[in-house]
């Protein structure tokens, strides 16, 4: 049903990621210090003239590995530090991505405010609003939105975050995304909608809320299926009947 959650699941796995091994005792020394959230070890490092852009094998800078692990203080000291907040690791992830997949919303916060890059892209495409909504991260979301991202920006396949969202069963995020204007409507290339997303994997509450924004009940994708057919397929009565309720036609 969906290309871009391998894809995001696969990024997941690679960020999964940060017991690569130090490039040097200094770098070791200011991870660890970012990691274990002792401010004012971080601010002598940093005083002594570590370098703070160092990175270990995976290219992972400490204010990355701080912002993965949501140490705030710490990052606070690195972006004062002048850490770079668009540093990217090997992966193409950077310290944005990976807390908004951790769901820190206080530290995307501050990133934001720092300048980080709200569209930066991840070697497989992934953005911070993409896995966030994959993970059902709906503070996230909304730090995301409030600081300008786009709630309709699409993938390489044409999917949405709230197709991610619906498809995944995060009521949360459907909810914070809607909020965000996102549009109920958005189809994939192949014309696979929100609301067929979430009614084919079962998602009522989800199913009743997109229907409440306003998707369209009878679209149908490339291949002539719908919602009501999705969801009939799978079995899943509930939606199938909450569809015929609000006008799915057979």
Do not use: C, W
């Not at 690679?14 to 601010?43: E, H, T």
């Not at 090997?90 to 720092?114: E, F, K």
């Not at 390489?156 to 069963?169: E, I, K, M, R, W």
């Amino acid at each position: 049903m969906i290309s871009l959650g391998k894809l995001l699941l696969a990024l997941a796995i690679a960020i999964g990621l940060s017991a690569a091994v130090p490039a040097n005792a200094q770098q070791l020394g200011l991870s660890d210090a970012a990691l274990d959230g002792d401010v004012v070890r971080v601010k002598s490092l940093l005083a002594a003239g570590v370098d703070v852009e160092a990175k270990n094998k995976g290219g992972y800078t400490a204010l990355i590995l701080a912002s993965e692990s949501g140490r705030l203080e710490p990052v606070r000291v690195l972006i004062e530090g002048k850490a770079d907040v668009n540093a990217k690791a090997v992966n193409g992830a950077t310290a944005l991505i990976l807390a908004s997949s951790r769901g820190h919303a206080d530290i995307v916060r501050v990133l934001l405010a720092a300048g980080a890059d709200i569209n930066a892209k991840a070697a497989n495409g992934a953005t911070a609003l993409f896995i966030s909504a994959q993970s059902g991260q709906a503070q996230v979301l909304e730090a995301l939105l409030a600081g300008g991202a786009d709630a309709n920006a699409r993938a390489a396949d044409g999917h949405t975050a709230l197709y991610l969202a619906s498809y995944n069963g995060h009521f949360d995020a459907v909810r914070a995304l809607l909020a965000g204007k996102a549009d109920a409507n958005a189809a994939a290339a192949n014309g696979v909608t929100p609301l067929m997303g979430a009614a084919y994997a079962g998602r009522l509450d989800i199913t009743r809320a997109l229907l409440d924004a306003g998707a369209d009940v009878n679209a149908k994708t490339k291949d002539g299926k719908s919602a009501l057919s999705l969801a009939s397929k799978n079995g899943h009565t509930e939606e199938a009947e909450l569809l015929r309720q609000r006008g799915a036609k057979e």
